[in-house]
């Protein structure tokens, strides 16, 4: 985990902009660590003094609400960076950021960053454009909860955890969200949540193994999210 510059995971984000010496910078003053799922990269309120680099594992960036439940914003997977709003705002961060399994993360201190964004022009284009990005995901997920109904956003769930993970060898997806982390990704209650599981099984679109979802018709499936 200590050669960024033989890291492929960078590649897949705004890091690749760098040359030989800044990642060979990088690789000195960075930190390498598990985290175990469950755990916390950081919480929301908390400094973000860095990035973090995910090398390995899924988090979910998610918001607690006022009346305690947890708001799933985003799925976060190798390749991407966390804190980079927060870094470069300068402000506690707003979302935390959970493992779902257990990951390799690199976190890389503000001052070399910042160090990197005087020396390195499309690094830093890059950065924000990464950040625009996570803006436009944010809006189109608005407009999501905003326009369809519970129904079609736990279709569309489905979908976007089916195309962008895949699944296990026993056609399990390989992201397995709990009942309730589910329904607030799709901000709903969880009984509804599960109501509506339940359906879809019925109808032979997914089936139910215990915890875990298999999807068994994924066109059926987007037909009923778009």
């Known amino acids: 985990m200590n050669k960024c510059e033989q890291c ?8 690749k902009a760098l040359d030989k010496d800044e990642l060979l910078r990088i690789a000195e ?16 309120g908390e400094s973000v003094n860095g990035i973090y680099c995910v090398k390995g594992g899924v988090c979910k960036l998610s918001k607690l609400s006022a009346n305690g439940k947890d708001q799933i914003v985003k799925l976060v997977k190798p390749g991407e960076l966390l804190g980079q709003r927060s870094m470069i705002s300068d402000e506690a961060a707003n979302l935390s950021a959970v493992a779902l399994e257990d990951m390799e993360v690199c976190f ?3 001052s070399e960053v910042l160090g990197l964004f005087d020396k390195n022009n499309q690094f830093s284009m890059n950065l924000m454009k990464t950040i ?10 608005v ?4 326009q369809k109904t519970v129904k079609e956003r736990l279709a569309e769930t489905l979908v976007y955890l089916y195309e962008t993970f895949g699944k296990n060898e026993d056609g399990s997806l390989r992201i397995q969200l709990s009942r309730e982390e589910l329904a607030g990704m799709i901000g709903t209650a969880t009984e509804s949540c599960i ?16 915890k875990k979802i298999v999807v068994k018709n994924i066109n059926k499936l987007k037909r009923i999210a778009d």
């Open 8 to 15: 492929i995971v960078r590649e897949l984000s705004s890091l």
């Open 108 to 110: 890389i201190p503000r």
């Open 132 to 141: 625009c990005g996570d803006l436009k995901e944010v809006s189109d997920h």
């Open 143 to 146: 407009v999501s909860m905003s």
């Open 29 to 44: 003053c960075k930190t390498s660590y598990i985290v175990k799922k469950g755990e916390h990269i950081f919480e929301e």
């Open 195 to 210: 109501r509506l599981l339940s359906d879809f099984n019925k109808l032979g679109l997914i089936e139910l193994v215990g």
